[in-house]
C-alpha cells in the first residue's frame, strides 16, 4: 500500500485502523454510475493517506475514527481522490446533485411504444456514415496509385469498385483466364507496394472505435453472467 508522505506510525494508523473502517464505509455506501465497492474504499484510502499527511504538515493529532469518519463523508458526498468537484458531468458529485444523467450504451431505446419494441442507445450515437477525413485520406491514396498503372488496371480497378464481372473486361484486354489472373495478382502487388501490406485486410477490418465498444459490451455481459450464476 502507498503511503508516501507520511511518517511511519501514520502509515500503521492507516493500514491497521483506518482501512478497516473504511472497507466496511464502501460497503454500505450507494454506488453512483461505475462506483463498486472495491474502487470506494481504494478512494477512501488515498483521501484518508491525504488527511493524515496535512494533519502532520500542520502538527495536529488526530484519532482513526475521526479520518476514516470524515473520509467516508466525502465518498458519501460525491468526493474522490482524483477529483473534489462537481462540475465534470461524469463526477459522482454532479450525478448526486442530479446535474447529471449516466445511461449505459446497451440500454434498450423503445421507438415504437405500442410494438415495444426498441434497439441500443449505441446505435441511436453511432453514425454509421464513413468519415469524411478517412475517405479524403483514402482517395489521396487512390489517387497517387492510380497515376502508376496502365490504363487496363485502372479499369480493373474501377469495375472491382462497381461490382462487375471480370468477363467483359478479359474479353476487351484479350486475356485468357490465366493472364487475367496473372494481371490481378500484378495488381495486388502494386497495391501493397503503394498502401501497404496490410492494406486489403485493413479495408475489411472493423473500425477500432466500434471493436473496442464490443469488447467492453462483451466483458460486461460476461461480468454480468458470472454475478447471477
Given at each position: 500500500?502507498?503511503?508516501?508522505?507520511?511518517?511511519?506510525?501514520?502509515?500503521?494508523?492507516?493500514?491497521?485502523?483506518?482501512?478497516?473502517?473504511?472497507?466496511?464505509?464502501?460497503?454500505?455506501?450507494?454506488?453512483?454510475?461505475?462506483?463498486?465497492?472495491?474502487?470506494?474504499?481504494?478512494?477512501?484510502?488515498?483521501?484518508?493517506?491525504?488527511?493524515?499527511?496535512?494533519?502532520?504538515?500542520?502538527?495536529?493529532?488526530?484519532?482513526?475514527?475521526?479520518?476514516?469518519?470524515?473520509?467516508?463523508?466525502?465518498?458519501?458526498?460525491?468526493?474522490?481522490?482524483?477529483?473534489?468537484?462537481?462540475?465534470?458531468?461524469?463526477?459522482?458529485?454532479?450525478?448526486?446533485?442530479?446535474?447529471?444523467?449516466?445511461?449505459?450504451?446497451?440500454?434498450?431505446?423503445?421507438?415504437?411504444?405500442?410494438?415495444?419494441?426498441?434497439?441500443?442507445?449505441?446505435?441511436l450515437l453511432t453514425d454509421t456514415a464513413e468519415d469524411p477525413a478517412q475517405a479524403a485520406a483514402r482517395n489521396l491514396d487512390w489517387e497517387t496509385l492510380l497515376s502508376g498503372l496502365d490504363g487496363l488496371s485502372r479499369r480493373m480497378i474501377l469495375a472491382f469498385a462497381r461490382g462487375d464481372s471480370m468477363r467483359d473486361l478479359k474479353a476487351e484486354a484479350g486475356l485468357s483466364d490465366s493472364g487475367m489472373?496473372?494481371?490481378?495478382?500484378?495488381?495486388?502487388?502494386?497495391?501493397?507496394?503503394?498502401?501497404?501490406?496490410?492494406?486489403?485486410?485493413?479495408?475489411?477490418?472493423?473500425?477500432?472505435?466500434?471493436?473496442?465498444?464490443?469488447?467492453?459490451?462483451?466483458?460486461?455481459?460476461?461480468?454480468?453472467?458470472?454475478?447471477?450464476?
Amino acid at each position: 500500500m502507498e503511503t508516501k508522505g507520511i511518517s511511519p506510525q501514520a502509515g500503521c494508523l492507516l493500514v491497521n485502523e483506518i482501512a478497516p473502517r473504511l472497507r466496511v464505509t464502501a460497503r454500505c455506501l450507494p454506488k453512483i454510475g461505475a462506483d463498486d465497492e472495491e474502487e470506494l474504499y481504494q478512494d477512501g484510502l488515498a483521501i484518508a493517506a491525504g488527511m493524515l499527511h496535512s494533519a502532520e504538515q500542520l502538527g495536529k493529532k488526530v484519532t482513526a475514527g475521526n479520518i476514516a469518519w470524515f473520509a467516508g463523508k466525502q465518498l458519501a458526498t460525491g468526493r474522490r481522490s482524483t477529483y473534489g468537484g462537481r462540475a465534470d458531468a461524469l463526477s459522482p458529485a454532479a450525478q448526486l446533485d442530479r446535474r447529471s444523467l449516466l445511461s449505459p450504451l446497451q440500454l434498450e431505446v423503445s421507438l415504437d411504444p405500442d410494438s415495444g419494441e426498441g434497439i441500443p442507445l449505441l446505435d441511436l450515437l453511432t453514425d454509421t456514415a464513413e468519415d469524411p477525413a478517412q475517405a479524403a485520406a483514402r482517395n489521396l491514396d487512390w489517387e497517387t496509385l492510380l497515376s502508376g498503372l496502365d490504363g487496363l488496371s485502372r479499369r480493373m480497378i474501377l469495375a472491382f469498385a462497381r461490382g462487375d464481372s471480370m468477363r467483359d473486361l478479359k474479353a476487351e484486354a484479350g486475356l485468357s483466364d490465366s493472364g487475367m489472373s496473372g494481371r490481378k495478382r500484378q495488381l495486388i502487388a502494386a497495391m501493397r507496394e503503394t498502401l501497404g501490406q496490410d492494406c486489403l485486410s485493413d479495408a475489411c477490418r472493423e473500425p477500432k472505435w466500434r471493436a473496442d465498444i464490443s469488447v467492453l459490451r462483451e466483458r460486461e455481459a460476461c461480468r454480468h453472467g458470472l454475478a447471477a450464476v
